[in-house]
Every structure is written in C-alpha cells, then in structure tokens.
C-alpha cells in the first residue's frame, strides 16, 4: 500500500533513503542512463519524437535527490495515465512510451560530500559524473543551471530552496521534477505560482513529488469521485500519523547554519514543519477530490513527545479543521511519535457513500466498487509521466496544485503555532518569509518553540 511504503520511506535516514531503489543496480537501463548521446538542450516542438533527449542536472543530492534521479532512470517502458493528477488536459495518452536517451549530466549541492555519496551511486552504475559537473556551494545550483546541455532538472534541496531554484529553472529553460511541497511560507507559494505560469508560457514542464497523483489506482477511484459515485461531498479525513523520523545530531565544528542544513526536517524556515513537509500528501489528495483548495483552517498542535533541542523547534503533532469553500470540512490529523497507532490514509464521505480515496468505493444501498488493477512505482512513474509529456509537446504543469497542497499545509501550521483562524488569503498574501537574509555557514540561531496565543501570523 502506498501509504505505508512512503511512511516507511520518510522515516529512514536520507543516506538510507538510496536503498529502496537499488533495484537499478541490476536493471539494463543503468547502462542506457550512462551511454553517450546527443549534445544539445532538449527544445519542444510540435513533432516531438519518443527518443528526445533528456539530460538531467540534480540539484540537492542527499537521499531523496539521489532517489530521484535514480528513479528518473528506472522509468522505462510505462504508460502515461492520462488522467494523471490536477492537470489531464496537459497530459496527452500515447500508449507505452520508453524513456530512452537519457543521460545524468551534473550534480550541485551545499555539501560536497552529499554530492559524492549521489556521485558514487550512480558511478556504480557506470554513470560518471565528471569534476567539471559538480558544483559545491550555496551558488551551485546557479552554475547547474548554467550548463546548456541540461534539460531536465530535479530539485530536491530543502522545501525553503525550492522557490528560488524553480523559479531560476525555469528561467533557464529547463523542465523540473520538484519533490514536495513546494515552499515554507507565502512569498514562496506565491514565487511557485509565478514560476508555474512562467512555465506554461515558455512550454515547459513541472511535476511534483506528490507521487499519489501519478498513481492508476487513486486516478480512478478520484474520477469515479468527482463524477458522483458517492453524491455531494460531506467531509473528508487526512491523517499522517507515523513515528520520529531520522535526526542528525550535531558534529564539532559545525556553525549553526551547517546543523541546521544537515537536520533541515527539525526547523521550520528549512522544513514548513512536518505539517508541510509530510502531511502534504494527504492534505493534497483531498484538494484533489474536492478540485479545489480550503477557506481557513483552525487547528491546534503542540511539541510533547521530542523535547529536545536535536529536533529543532517544530511541533510534533497538529489536528486541524479546514473549511472548503462550499461548507465542506477536512479533518487533518499528523503526528511524530513514536510508539502510538499508526494511520497515513485519506478519505471522504458523501451523501450516498464513502471511500479511502484510492481503491474502494462503498455505495449506501447500491453497487461497491474496487480499484482491480496493478499500479506502476509511482516514484518512477511521475517520472515517466513529465518525460512522456515533454516527448509529446505537452508538458505536465503541477505547479499551480502543489502550491495550494503547501499552502493548505502552511495555514494548519500557522493557526496551530498562533491558536487563531488563518484565512487562505491570509496565508497567500503573507509578507512573512522564513530564513535568514544571507546564506553563509556561521550564526543562525533559531526561534523558540512556537506559543499559541503569542506566535503572530500576518
């Protein structure tokens, strides 16, 4: 089930986080990734072929960049769901589509040994990177984007990052794989926004890490939902409620900027806080059932169970009621404990039955229906999805619905943090950006713990 793959996946450790996709190490398509090919940027046009070229930058190269663009190679010979997500009038069905012609072309990263640990993998797979492509530093991701072969990038940086580098991708002309979410605060939603639209403009492509979206199982049963199969929504549930995932203590010598980095997950400016970061995943497949985003959120949360200073200053449980627009409510519950009852699962109820949202579908009085099929990795097909799209002269554009799933999560957290309603305009107009001023290793001492009825939000 992929809810309980993707809990097991966010609590191992980012160097762990390779393992799961070790399978490549055997897969013919290893030596594909590393065969030479042509060397031009990829440019759409209206007679895009299947064996176009992709050539890959990875910006942030811990364990989930690594995953990625490891991933990214493993999507082979997949079909485009054409209904794929926020988006199916992007997505054009071609039928079995092979990602051919792809090749990994330069890693950036703040740490240069993140970005060998990534180089070392892919070396075993015959993929060599040279030291003309590996850029180090908090500019890295500028001299990546820089390289004019590189087509296709993955961002998978820390979630505060993400806006910028997008935003800079695009502008550069490049397709993006961004992991999830897409920011920590309003500005940078609003920057994502933006970019997205840059994006659509310029005929490039965006697709986002919220894999369910990629997934048959929950594309059928979301459509059967949106057609009515259970009448008019009445509410929803989302829940993330899993054990601590991993810390990185802190090392002698480290500034408080390097520690934070390394323990990025622990820190709100870094993170958005594991409402954000984690919880995403539920938050957006009910947006996605209800097509839409919520009013205000009203919440409550606290940090009880993981009081130490190793796990930064966010909270490590929230419960949150969210109001859509026409009177439906989501409740939101995620939790960070360990020894507790595990629940990572969505669902809805409407007024002839309910559903979880990705494989049943129970009718009061009426015929049940179940999801029958076989899902592909989403991880590698959200891949082949962007690809595909970018190979058929319509690309994907996740922007827009991965900005609103952030931004639901960013409301939760700020009523939690403040014990007020927080409106959705609120949140979006927000002049509040999180993170220091400058990006330099030294100083960077971080905010108490959040006290609801003094945290301001504005």
């Known amino acids: 089930m992929i809810t309980e793959k993707r809990m097991k996946t966010e609590q191992k450790t980012s160097q762990s986080d390779v393992s799961r996709r070790q399978f490549l190490e055997n897969s013919s398509l290893a030596v594909a990734g590393a065969a030479a090919a042509m060397q031009f940027p990829f440019v759409i046009t209206s007679h895009a072929a299947p064996d176009d070229p992709i050539r890959i930058g990875v910006i942030g190269c811990g364990g989930r960049g690594t995953g990625a663009v490891l991933d990214a190679l493993g999507a082979a010979t997949k079909v485009i769901y054409p209904q794929a997500g926020y988006h199916t009038e992007d997505v054009a069905q071609t039928g079995p589509l092979e990602t051919k012609n792809i090749k990994v072309v330069a890693l950036a990263d703040v740490f240069a040994d993140r970005l060998n640990t990534c180089r070392q993998q892919l070396k075993k797979l015959g993929i060599n990177i040279g030291d003309e492509f590996c850029f180090v530093g908090f500019d890295a991701y500028q001299k990546l984007l820089a390289v004019s072969e590189i087509n296709y990038v993955i961002l998978a940086t820390p979630p505060h990052f993400r806006p910028l580098h997008l935003r800079a991708a695009i502008e550069a002309g490049k397709h993006a794989f961004i992991e999830k979410p897409a920011a920590v605060d309003g500005p940078g939603v609003r920057l994502v926004i933006e970019a997205g639209e840059l994006a659509r403009q310029k005929g490039l492509g965006i697709s986002a890490g919220t894999q369910r979206r990629h997934l048959l199982s929950y594309n059928e049963t979301i459509k059967r939902l949106q057609d009515g199969a259970i009448g008019e929504m009445l509410y929803g549930r989302a829940y993330w409620n899993g054990g601590v995932i991993w810390v990185i203590e802190r090392q002698p010598g480290w500034t408080d900027m390097e520690w934070q980095l390394r323990n990025w997950n622990y820190f709100t400016w870094l993170s958005g806080d594991h409402i954000v970061e984690q919880h995403v995943h539920n938050l957006d497949i009910i947006n996605w059932v209800l097509k839409g985003h919520p009013i205000r959120a009203y919440g409550l949360g606290g940090r009880q169970a993981r009081p130490d200073k190793n796990y930064g200053h966010i909270y490590d449980h929230f419960a949150v009621e969210y109001e859509y627009e026409n009177g439906v409510r989501m409740f939101s ?59 058929t002269g319509k690309p994907i554009n996740e922007a827009r619905s991965i900005a609103e799933s952030t931004l639901t999560g960013i409301m939760g957290r700020e009523s939690a943090y403040s014990g007020q309603t927080i409106e959705w305009d609120q949140a979006l107009n927000s002049t509040i950006k999180l993170g220091p001023a400058k990006y330099e290793f030294g100083a960077l001492p971080f905010p108490e713990v959040a006290l609801p009825g003094k945290h301001k939000f504005s």
């Not at 990572?344 to 129970?362: D, F, M, P, R, Y």
């Open 333 to 391: 519950q995620c939790r960070q404990m360990n020894n507790c009852d595990g629940k990572v699962e969505e669902a809805v109820v409407g007024t002839k039955g309910s559903s979880n949202c990705h494989n049943i579908i129970l009718v009061k009085g009426g015929e049940n229906w179940r999801f029958r099929g076989q899902d592909s990795n989403p991880y590698q097909q959200e891949h082949t999805n962007l690809i595909g799209s970018i190979r």
